[in-house]
């Protein structure tokens, strides 16, 4: 028999409640922004949980008057602002579905995800009808355009202020209630589609892990069309955290706010992190009263998790690593503390969560494979997305007696710890694991802001690095750093800014390896 996870009511985790809760519960609890919101420049940059609460309330009301009705499809595409948030939240409160689609997706993938989502209403703005959009043919593809601001060709959700409030919807726990796209580092993004039962099992545990930090402020630089940002605000909402909402990552930006609001948790992805680094001994110190990392998306470097447990003055700090994807949530976690940081092993992404996943490694057959053999990631979960919107046959090929291909290759230890080793599509036959040497090299060479090993054109490993400060790599440090590795190609340096990211700013590996087979390459390069 098959295993299976046991079964729980059918409770759910709806988005379009989670402010008013969190007011009622906590009062006016202090959220910060690091610009005006788009739907509300006057608000100012300083609110509380009532006034948040009262804008998901008027815009809900304006979504209703402008004809949004639940269960319909509604994509959400607009420059990067915490107010995605707040129209998520508002469009779940009067029953409908947001599909978010990252700020950062080229116009041609938002017009392919736009023909897949079937005619849904849009939400966007004047910079992406103007910009990206311009030539997608947008109103052929859509029910409605409506703008948060005076957009050209777009209804202004202001036309409908002053509507009527209107009361929260509540659909089924197990009825379609968000989609939100994958990384897309492969291709076109998939859109994965969420239930409030699917969510509820994510957030559970969730919020155990975010009990021993209940209450303190919390800094969060996200991708606001993400679902583990809603699930990390959720646990937030629900202890009373102070909230900093930090649309830029820029040290020179983030830097003074958060020595001023000095939090207690702080969550961004693991290559802003990276970024970070440099904030560990800047003017204000401005990570000494972390008592919490939180980093997921993407596998972390040791070196950064040792250089943010050393920027904390608190007594015993800790980083949380998450592993999972957009399809499953968390499926694995870890726990750093600095004693464990010192000799991390950066390719142990942790273990299952007790009661809520399963992994298993399969060989190539399909079957368990033993321990320290490598093989296929697989995890078994409740918080698994219901299908992707559209292609059903994609999801199910996935699927193998309820065992979800996470898509990274691995192995587990006698006690069930998971080693990650690189995604499926990223391995080189020379090279046994591409992330663990990028690690080494992180950890050697403190220069490096990120490096990235891809296959080249003839599949040779092709190390592709950015310096801190945009300064030429040294030779000499570079050969030191390698010469008890793996054969690779001469570096090339590129600008950070150059590298393919997803919103999450995880590197497209496979989009680079298409630049180095073509020949596109950045404009500004640099050469070792």
Request: neutral net charge; glycine residues 10%; charged residues 20%.
């Amino acid at each position: 028999m098959p295993q299976t996870l046991p079964l729980l009511p059918e409770r759910g985790f709806y988005l379009g409640l989670m402010f008013h809760q969190a007011a009622a519960r906590h009062g006016s609890v202090r959220v910060t922004l690091d610009r005006p919101l788009d739907v509300r420049p006057e608000a100012g940059l300083a609110l509380g949980y009532p006034e948040l609460a009262g804008l998901v309330d008027d815009l809900a009301a304006r979504l209703w008057a402008a004809g949004i009705r639940p269960s319909e499809r509604v994509a959400l595409h607009k420059s990067d602002n915490f107010d995605i948030v707040l129209l998520t939240c508002a469009l779940s409160r009067i029953g409908a579905v947001p599909a978010l689609l990252s700020p950062g997706l080229a116009g041609p993938v938002v017009g392919e995800l736009l023909g897949r989502l079937e005619r849904p209403w849009l939400i966007t703005d004047r910079a992406k009808l103007e910009g990206p959009l311009s030539g997608v043919g947008v109103p052929g593809l859509v029910r409605e355009v409506l703008s948060v601001d005076d957009a050209q060709g777009a209804v202004p959700l202001d036309k409908y202020a002053g509507a009527p409030p209107h009361g929260p919807v509540r659909l089924h726990p197990r009825e379609p209630s968000l989609i939100t796209h994958s990384s897309g580092t492969t291709g076109v993004p998939k859109l994965a589609v969420h239930c409030p039962n699917t969510m509820w099992n994510r957030l559970v545990p969730q919020k155990a892990m975010g009990w021993p930090t209940r209450g303190e402020t919390a800094a969060l630089h996200m991708s606001f069309v993400h679902s583990r940002f809603y699930h990390l605000l959720g646990v937030l909402l629900h202890f009373g955290s102070p909230l900093l909402m930090l649309v830029d990552p820029d040290p020179a930006s983030a830097g003074p706010l958060l020595a001023e609001h000095r939090p207690g948790i702080v969550e961004t992805h693991p290559n802003t992190f990276v970024l970070w680094e440099e904030l560990a001994d800047a003017p204000g110190a401005p990570l000494s009263r972390v008592r919490s990392y939180g980093s997921t998306f993407d596998a972390i470097h040791p070196r950064t998790v040792q250089r943010l447990l050393g920027a904390s003055r608190r007594r015993s700090p800790w980083l949380i690593q998450l592993y999972g994807q957009s399809e499953t949530g968390p499926v694995a976690f870890q726990v750093y503390s600095r004693r464990s940081a010192a000799k991390a092993d950066g390719r142990r992404v942790g273990t299952a969560i007790p009661g809520f996943t399963r992994v298993r490694i399969a060989d190539a057959a399909g079957k368990r494979a033993g321990s320290g053999k490598p093989g296929r990631i697989e995890a078994r979960t409740r918080g698994r997305i219901l299908t992707y919107f559209g292609a059903q046959q994609t999801y199910d090929a996935q699927l193998g007696d309820g065992w979800w291909q996470m898509g990274d290759m691995g192995y587990q230890s006698r006690w069930g710890g998971l080693y990650l080793i690189d995604r499926e599509i990223d391995q080189i036959d020379s090279v046994d694991s591409n992330l663990e040497v990028e690690d080494i090299l992180m950890t050697r060479l403190d220069e490096l802001r990120e490096v990235i090993i891809v296959p080249g054109a003839d599949r040779e490993p092709v190390p592709v690095v950015c310096v801190r400060g945009d300064r030429p790599l040294d030779n000499r440090r570079w050969h030191e750093a390698t010469a008890d590795l793996p054969l690779m190609s001469s570096p090339l340096q590129w600008r950070f800014d150059d590298l393919p990211r997803t919103s999450t700013w995880k590197i497209k590996r496979v989009e680079i390896t298409r630049m180095l087979t073509e020949g596109a390459l950045p404009a500004a390069r640099f050469g070792v």
